[in-house]
């Protein structure tokens, strides 16, 4: 038995921060860019869903607010803070900026010899008056040198017991991160009452901003725990948990790898008469406090959405991204993930990342299994670790006897 670990020093609270762009190619260097972002910022959406034009199609992640083409750099940072703001205004609600005071305070730390782990517990604290907070348990391996490529997870505890669930990726070398994510906003109708909510009165996000907003404080720890790479830093999460990692990878740059699971099919794809799985109907019938305020207004109108869900892949570029999906879905639509991932393509083309976004279908139905893992760390180690590629991420499921409308 390994003897144990030495205490960790105390850990000092984190300097502010901001997200970090890994393209220095596309930073704002010039004036027309300053003045494009300034014009985006100001242009002020349709008020109702009546005002939007029916969009059958895919909206178009390269065409501007003003129907210009985006064929530079620059135009595509503009265009990013465009599109950002669409998905607030019309989908998911506005999330605060960061805090900029997260300080993090270690509760508990042992070796775990037989999973040959080290475990930590360390409690998260930020926002007004450091009164919001939440756990994150960090498994590292045991006998190996530190920082180590870290996958992210939003699931459902941080506690020592979750290690069990990710023994394929500390057999693979990776650490993990686990974080609990009721912690983070309630999933259920009394939210608003509940974790971040009331700290931030003003701000008309939902459940999966809250989430997705969290998932960036874990960020901002992460990137300055030494034991982290933190430019191989994954995020990952299952279903609803998978939604909140679309949206967290989308607006947080720092994120390395993009991966949800049984998540991010194409809304204009999805529901009755569309494809089959859960549309905006479906969703809008079984709650209203994931999405944001606006989206039950889409209800009976999907085609008036003027964003959709491979956005939010095109958002993560040229970052890698994949997308983990099983063919036979419950609640989900094989052929609407595909769509999502093909309607993004001309994004990662366009920024001369093709080979960055990926999409992996299982056998079975809903869920995260072994398939689902094996898939995960092998578009990571070839992505992230610049190992040999093992397989091809490209692989359509068949298309259903009903498509949308």
């Known amino acids: 038995m390994p003897a144990p670990r030495p205490s960790q020093p105390p850990i000092a609270p984190l300097p502010p921060t901001g997200y970090r762009p890994l393209m220095t190619t596309l930073h704002l260097t010039t004036l027309a860019t300053a ?3 300034t014009l985006a910022a100001r242009a002020a959406p349709p008020t109702t869903v009546a005002d939007l034009p029916t969009t059958k199609e895919m909206p178009n992640p390269l065409v501007m607010n003003d129907g210009t083409p985006v064929t530079t750099p620059d135009q595509w940072r503009a265009r990013r803070e465009e599109m950002k703001k669409i998905l607030e205004d019309w989908e998911y609600g506005h999330m605060p900026p960061p805090p900029g005071n997260v300080t993090a305070k270690e509760t508990d730390a042992k070796d775990l010899p037989a999973q040959n782990l080290h475990y930590r517990l360390i409690h998260l604290t930020f926002g007004p008056d450091s009164k919001l907070g939440f756990d994150l348990a960090l498994f590292t391996p045991l006998n190996a040198k530190p920082p180590f490529p870290t996958i992210l997870s939003l699931s459902f505890a941080a506690s020592e017991r979750a290690a069990a669930q990710y023994k394929a990726a500390f057999d693979r070398g990776y650490a993990v991160a686990v974080v609990g994510y009721q912690q983070l906003g309630a999933d259920n109708k009394n939210y608003r009452q509940t974790a971040f909510f009331p700290a931030y009165p003003q ?9 997705a907003w969290g998932l960036s404080r874990a960020v901002d ?8 790479d933190k430019d191989r830093l994954i995020a ?9 990692v679309l949206l967290a990878g989308a607006f947080d ?5 993009v991966a949800p699971v049984a998540g991010g099919m194409a809304l204009r794809f999805s529901g009755k008469d569309r494809g089959g799985g859960q549309g905006i109907d ?8 994931w999405f944001g305020p606006r989206f039950p207004e889409f209800k009976g109108q999907t085609d008036k959405l003027p964003c959709d869900q491979h956005w939010l892949l095109a958002l993560a570029a040229p970052r890698p991204f994949i997308l983990l999906n099983s063919l036979k879905d419950q609640y989900g639509n094989p052929w609407a993930a595909a ?10 083309a366009f920024l001369h990342a093709e080979n960055n976004l990926g999409m992996n279908f299982r056998p079975g139905t809903h869920g995260m299994t072994p398939d689902d893992w094996s898939a995960l760390l092998d578009f990571a180690d070839e992505k992230l670790r610049n190992k040999p590629p093992t397989r091809t991420f490209d692989h359509m499921p068949p298309a259903p006897a009903t498509t949308a409308p």
């Open 35 to 37: 003045l494009l972002l």
């Open 203 to 211: 701000y008309d996000w939902n459940d999966f901003s809250a989430w």
């Open 221 to 228: 720890y992460l990137d300055t725990d030494p034991s982290v």
């Open 236 to 244: 990952t999460g299952t279903s609803r948990l998978g939604q909140a």
């Open 253 to 257: 740059e720092r994120i390395s790898l």
């Open 282 to 289: 479906e969703v809008v019938d079984q709650n209203t406090y």
């Open 339 to 348: 769509q999502s991932v093909l309607a993004a393509k001309p994004v990662y």
